[in-house]
């Protein structure tokens, strides 16, 4: 059971940094005030993220304003950096990864430009059982959304439409926040 603030967070977040959603190794998490403690931000489990020390060090006493200004400046690619590498999938998600087609350009009909590559598309049998599968190992529903390039309701849909969720799991269901 976790006991300090850091382990919960990592615990609650599913070892992914808050930010740019890449595993954190243990000595290298650390408890990010959304609001900094110094312009009165409370401990308050609403306030608090986890991520690496060098990013939490780097964010400083910046308010939320400057945070979500300094990660929209990286154009929609905010990388870590202390970890440059792309994020770790399970190999069943590499594998199917690497037979997908490369996602297309962003649509320039004022569409969202930052939509996951396969929202809206329909799924596929084989899709279907590497979610279900994937999701049996405990996979946490925002690491299905990544590998998938789906968004976190789009799974939680696909997922009770399976029959994995019940409908009134999703805003209560623990893996949604990791």
């Given at each position: 059971m976790p006991t300090t603030p850091v382990?919960?967070?990592?615990?609650?977040?599913?070892?992914?940094?808050?930010?740019?959603?890449?595993?954190?190794?243990?000595?290298?998490?650390?408890v990010?005030?959304?609001?900094?403690?110094?312009?009165?931000?409370?401990d308050h489990p609403n306030n608090l993220v986890g991520c690496c020390k060098t990013?939490?060090?780097?964010?400083?006493?910046?308010?939320v304003k400057e945070k979500i200004r300094a990660i929209l400046k990286q154009n929609g690619?905010?990388?870590?950096?202390?970890?440059?590498?792309?994020?770790?999938?399970?190999?069943?998600?590499?594998?199917?990864?690497?037979?997908k087609t490369p996602a297309k350009p962003a649509p320039s009909n004022g569409t969202d430009a930052n939509a996951p590559a396969n929202r809206g598309k329909p799924w596929t049998a084989a899709e279907d059982k590497e979610l279900?599968?994937?999701?049996?190992?405990?996979?946490?529903?925002?690491?299905?959304?990544q590998a998938h390039h789906r968004?976190?309701?789009?799974?939680?849909s696909?997922?009770?439409?399976?029959?994995?969720?019940?409908?009134?799991e999703p805003e209560t269901n623990a893996r949604n926040s990791q």
């Open positions: 382990q919960r967070m990592m615990f609650l977040q599913g070892q992914l940094c808050f930010f740019c959603n890449r595993t954190i190794p243990k000595g290298e998490a650390s990010e005030h959304l609001i900094p403690a110094s312009a009165d931000g409370s990013l939490n060090s780097i964010f400083g006493n910046l308010s690619k905010f990388v870590c950096p202390n970890q440059p590498a792309q994020p770790q999938v399970n190999q069943a998600s590499a594998q199917h990864q690497q037979t279900v599968d994937a999701f049996e190992e405990q996979t946490s529903i925002r690491a299905l959304a968004g976190i309701g789009g799974i939680e696909r997922l009770i439409k399976l029959g994995k969720l019940a409908p009134s």
